[in-house]
């Protein structure tokens, strides 16, 4: 089985909101193609409104949404039933074929198939700097990052994907994508996530430590960040 993450980018002009709720309509039928397995998808849609000052844009067009599939395979041919179902939906999409790693799984949240996950999931898509090596970057981030992401947030589902390779043509060059989620009110209560509320100092023991761990393998100038709603289909 493999993993394809899809980024899709809505119409021009196109209102951010009732796009999302025509994909949470639309999605779902996905699930019924040969060869997937399992499905998920991220929106911006209107429940997600109170974290648009998490949001960052450092690409000139980051994507709108974003779709996860687990295939029997990801050769082309077998995709693109996938692929072409994707393309009716969104005015442009782009594919990439990833290793998934969990290192929190959500134990605490889990919803029914179709419904949307409580809180919201922020993703960051990221960009390796070009002063690491990948070695280098993975062990940065997987292995020293990983236990100070999970200490100093409110997280409850912290899941990495690395790309391995492209799979459409002219996809953007991102190198992996995070997905964590968060209680709603992390949306606007820095606090909250920061896992510090009512305490102050911890606050900033935990913005200086996570900023100073995600400087070392990020360069945020390059870095885009979404606030989404989670759904998920069994």
């Keep these: 089985m493999e993993k394809v993450i899809y980024l899709l980018w809505r119409e021009p002009g196109l209102d951010e909101h009732a796009w999302a709720a ?14 997937v397995r399992s499905l998920q998808f991220n929106v911006q849609d209107e429940a997600v409104a109170p974290a648009a000052g998490i949001r960052r844009a450092s690409s000139a067009s980051p994507p709108d949404a ?17 692929d072409d179902a994707l393309r009716q939906q969104a005015d442009r999409i782009a594919a990439y074929l990833v290793t998934e790693s969990q290192p929190l799984v959500n134990t605490r949240f889990a919803s029914a198939s179709g419904q ?19 070695a280098q970057w993975l062990d940065l ?37 995070v997905e964590e989620c968060f209680p709603a009110a992390a949306m606007s209560d820095p606090q909250v996530f920061f896992d510090a509320v009512g305490d102050a100092d911890k606050f900033q ?3 200086a430590r996570m900023m100073d761990s995600v400087a070392r393998f990020i360069d945020m100038d390059a870095l885009d960040v979404l606030a989404t709603s989670q759904y998920r289909i069994s």
């Design 141 to 177: 981030w997987h292995n020293r990052h990983t236990p100070v992401a999970i200490e100093t947030q409110a997280t409850f589902e912290y899941v990495q994907n690395v790309v391995v390779r492209a799979l459409t043509v002219d996809a953007p060059d991102y190198d992996a994508f």
């Design 116 to 134: 949307r996950t409580t809180g919201f999931a922020q993703l960051a898509l990221l960009k390796r700097p070009a002063r690491l090596t990948p």
């Design 66 to 82: 974003l779709v996860q599939v687990w295939l029997d395979s990801a050769i082309d041919a077998f995709r693109a039933p996938v």
């Design 205 to 207: 023991r935990n913005l």
């Design 22 to 35: 025509h994909l949470r309509q639309s999605l779902p039928a996905l699930r019924g193609l040969a060869g």
